[in-house]
C-alpha cells in the first residue's frame, strides 16, 4: 500500500516469506492494531489461529481487534467467566414495561455479525479480473471486453480430463504455431461446455481465456434482445465484430439454450432471427476475415434444447461434458472457501468423502452454512468460537446435492435420445456411476 510505513512494509514481505511463523505474524498483527488498521489485525490472527489452533494470544489479540471485551475470550478453567451485564436503554413513556425483568444478553447480535462477517469471505467463487479490462477500441466498453486475465488452467482443481481435451482442442495449436501451420489446424472453432449446474462451466472458458492470453467477452440473452425489430440481429453483429477487431478474443456464450433454442420449438419469430443470425456469425460470413482468432465457447445446462444447426461442424462442433468435481477439485474448491475464516483443525479428508456428487455451489453453500452455525453460537454465548469439522459434516448431512435432479432428466436423453452419439461421454459417466 501506498501509505505503509516501511516497518509494516517490512514485516509484511517477512510474513509472506515465512507464513508458518506464528509469533512474527502475530507481533505484524499488533502493529497492525497499533496502527487502527483493526480488520486487517483480524486476518492475520485468523491466519495465525489456522497454524496453531487454540493460541491463546491470538484469540486475545483477535478479541482486541474486534472490539470484543477481554471478559467474552473464552478461557480453559472449572466456570466460564460471565461477560458484563449491558444497560438497557430507557424504555419510551408509550411502552408497556416488559413482563420478563431478566436481563438483556452481554452479546449485541447486530455487533457479533459485524465483527464477524470481516472473517467470512465471499460466499461464491469470483473470478479475477484483470486490471484495464475495458477494450481498446470501438464498442469494446459497450460489450465489457475483458483484457487477459489471471486465471490458468492450474487454478482449476481436479478435472484433468477436461484439462486435456481443452488442451488438444485449443490450447496445444496456439502454442505451436508451427505445427499449427504443418497440419493446416485454423485459429478459429468452437466448444460446447455441459452438465449439471454449479460446477464451474464459466470459470472454466475464463481459464481457457487466460491460457490463450485472449482477451473475453460474455454473452447472454440479456445482451442480445431488443424490443425493436431488428436490434437483436445487430447486437449479434456487433458483438462478433468487436470480437474480431479485440482478436484474439474468446466470446463466451452463456446459458445457450435461451440463446440458440431450438427454431422449431420457437414461435416467436424474433428469437428465430436471432438464431439465424448467431449461425452466420458462426460461420464468419458477414466478416471478409472470417472469425481468425475468434474462439466461441458456449455453455448450457441442456444441450438437448439448442438447435442441432449450432453444433454442426465449423461451429460448436466439439462438445465437452463438464461433471461435478472430483476429490482432488472438492478439496480445493473447500479450501478456497475456508481460507479466510476462522477455522480450528477441519479435516478435508472427510468432507471430501461425504460431499461425492456436490456441486462447486453446493460446497460453497456448505462453507456458508458451517459458517453461520458457527457466527450463531458465539452470538449466543457471548464469545467468538471457530468453524469445526463437526459444523462442516453436520451442514454437509442437510445439504442435497443439487445435480442429482440434472443426472435425472439426462438419464433418460442419454439412453432414448443419443443421436450420433451425441451424450456418449455422458453415457458411459452414468454407467461408471450406476446411475443407469
Known amino acids: 500500500m501506498a501509505d505503509e510505513s516501511p516497518l509494516i512494509s517490512s514485516l509484511r514481505t517477512a510474513v509472506a516469506a515465512a507464513p508458518g511463523d506464528v509469533p512474527l505474524r502475530l507481533h505484524f498483527a499488533e502493529l497492525l492494531l497499533s496502527e487502527g488498521r483493526n480488520e486487517e489485525a483480524v486476518a492475520e490472527a485468523a ?212 440463446l440458440g433454442a431450438k427454431r422449431s420449438r420457437t414461435h416467436h419469430s424474433g428469437l428465430r432471427n436471432v438464431v439465424n443470425q448467431l449461425l452466420t456469425e458462426l460461420d464468419g460470413i458477414a466478416s471478409g476475415a472470417g472469425n481468425e482468432g475468434v474462439f466461441v465457447l458456449a455453455a448450457t445446462n441442456v444441450p438437448w434444447d439448442v438447435d442441432i444447426a449450432l453444433r454442426r461442424p465449423g461451429r460448436l462442433d466439439r462438445t465437452l461434458l463438464v461433471l461435478p468435481p472430483d476429490a482432488a477439485a472438492r478439496e480445493a474448491i473447500l479450501r478456497y472457501h475456508l481460507r479466510e475464516r476462522p477455522i480450528e483443525a477441519v479435516d478435508l479428508g472427510k468432507l471430501v468423502k461425504v460431499t461425492e456428487d456436490f456441486s462447486g455451489a453446493d460446497l460453497a453453500h456448505l462453507c456458508e452454512s458451517a459458517a453461520e452455525a458457527a457466527l450463531l453460537d458465539s452470538a449466543r454465548s457471548g464469545s467468538v468460537r471457530l468453524i469445526t469439522t463437526k459444523d462442516l459434516l453436520g451442514a454437509a448431512k442437510q445439504i442435497k446435492p443439487s445435480t442429482e435432479p440434472w443426472f435425472a432428466a439426462a438419464r433418460n436423453v442419454a439412453m432414448f435420445a443419443n443421436e450420433g452419439g451425441l451424450y456418449d461421454d455422458l453415457l458411459a459417466y452414468l454407467k461408471r456411476k450406476r446411475k443407469l
Not at 438483556?104 to 465471499?122: H, K, N, R, S, T
Not at 472454466?204 to 440481429?233: C, K
Open 47 to 258: 491466519v495465525a489461529l489456522q497454524h496453531a489452533p487454540g493460541d491463546a494470544a491470538a484469540r486475545a489479540l483477535m478479541m482486541r481487534a474486534m472490539g470484543v471485551p477481554s471478559a467474552s475470550i473464552q478461557e480453559p478453567g472449572p466456570a466460564p467467566v460471565q461477560p458484563p451485564a449491558v444497560e438497557k436503554p430507557e424504555a419510551p413513556t408509550e411502552a408497556p414495561a416488559p413482563s420478563d425483568p431478566a436481563p438483556a444478553p452481554a452479546f449485541d447480535w447486530a455487533a457479533a455479525e459485524q465483527q464477524v462477517q470481516d472473517l467470512v469471505g465471499p460466499r461464491f467463487l469470483e473470478d479475477p479480473q484483470a486490471e484495464g479490462g475495458e477494450g481498446a477500441a470501438g464498442d469494446a466498453a459497450a460489450w465489457d471486453v475483458d483484457a487477459p486475465g489471471a486465471v490458468r488452467l492450474a487454478d482449476v482443481g481436479g478435472m484433468e480430463e477436461v484439462k486435456d481435451r481443452l488442451e488438444a482442442a485449443f490450447l496445444a495449436p496456439m502454442r505451436n504455431p508451427e505445427l499449427r501451420r504443418l497440419y493446416g489446424k485454423s485459429l478459429r472453432g468452437g466448444l460446447l461446455l455441459y452438465g449439471p449446474p454449479g460446477c464451474g462451466k464459466t470459470f472454466i472458458a475464463r481459464a481457457v481465456a487466460g491460457e490463450l492470453g485472449a482477451n473475453f467477452l460474455t454473452v447472454s440473452l440479456s445482451d442480445v434482445l431488443d424490443m425493436w425489430i431488428g436490434a437483436s440481429e445487430k447486437n449479434i453483429h456487433d458483438i462478433f465484430e468487436t470480437a474480431r477487431r479485440q482478436a484474439p478474443c474468446v466470446v463466451f456464450l452463456d446459458e445457450l439454450d435461451a
